[in-house]
Antibody
Framework: QITLKESGPTLVKPTQTLTLTCTFSGFSLSTSGVGVGWIRQPPGKALEWLALIYWDDDKRYSPSLKSRLTITKDTSKNQVVLTMTNMDPVDTATYYC?????????????WGQGTLVTVSS | QSVLTQPPSASGTPGQRVTISCSGSSSNIGSNYVYWYQQLPGTAPKLLIYRNNQRPSGVPDRFSGSKSGTSASLAISGLRSEDEADYYCAAWDDSLSGPLFGGGTKLTVL
């Protein structure tokens, strides 16, 4: 059974750095083809892909946010960490992590419950 | 800029068949698989269709997907009240080098 869960602060101040952790079970990020992605959704708005990391440490970032994002994995802890610098109120959103496969990388078959991050002073 | 365009809303009555379109370009739908997600209010998205027209285990066959050229469609037959949700298409975009989501379609069951 694959599960994922996001954790991190619910409130961050503008200009601060956000660090989110995705802790998962039921699969290993050392297995060939496996990937974990981060997707966010501002309140009432559409889904937006942020970043992807694969079993071989291949990393992909949304070009519009690339300069602010870093994605890393800790295979031994079954965790993926996303950091986003210079947070702004427009970054207020529910942040999801999700499981995918390299050859189906737009197919996120398992999602975490999401964590709402509010950016406000 | 890469975009997947969906109608903002769709509606139907119970038992009807509704379709939701997703229009893209050669860099996404035209050259990659299309995926569809259902998002019920207050919940995480759920993968509904993968690789254009494949259903994950547990997804009713009332849901079907198709793709032609740079466009795709999700069809829901025998509409039920529990189908009321937001639906998103997605496809890998070669220019983005990552997944691209559509703007979402809010389906209302009248």
């Amino acid at each position: 059974q694959i599960t994922l869960k996001e954790s991190g602060p619910t409130l961050v101040k503008p200009t601060q750095t956000l660090t989110l952790t995705c802790t998962f079970s039921g699969f290993s990020l050392s297995t060939s083809g496996v990937g974990v992605g981060w997707i966010r959704q501002p309140p009432g708005k559409a889904l937006e892909w942020l970043a992807l990391i694969y079993w071989d440490d291949d990393k992909r970032y949304s070009p519009s946010l690339k300069s602010r994002l870093t994605i890393t994995k800790d295979t031994s802890k079954n965790q993926v960490v996303l950091t986003m610098t210079n947070m702004d109120p427009v970054d207020t959103a529910t942040y999801y992590c999700a499981h995918t496969h390299y050859y189906d990388s737009s197919g996120f078959g398992y999602w975490g419950q999401g964590t709402l991050v509010t950016v406000s002073s | 800029q890469s975009v997947l365009t969906q109608p903002p809303s769709a509606s139907g009555t119970p038992g009807q068949r509704v379709t939701i379109s997703c229009s893209g370009s050669s860099s996404n739908i035209g050259s990659n698989y299309v995926y569809w997600y259902q998002q019920l209010p207050g919940t995480a998205p759920k993968l509904l269709i993968y690789r254009n027209n494949q259903r994950p285990s547990g997804v009713p066959d009332r849901f079907s997907g198709s793709k032609s050229g740079t466009s795709a469609s999700l069809a829901i037959s025998g509409l039920r009240s529990e189908d009321e949700a937001d639906y998103y298409c997605a496809a890998w975009d070669d220019s983005l080098s990552g997944p691209l989501f559509g703007g979402g379609t809010k389906l209302t069951v009248l």
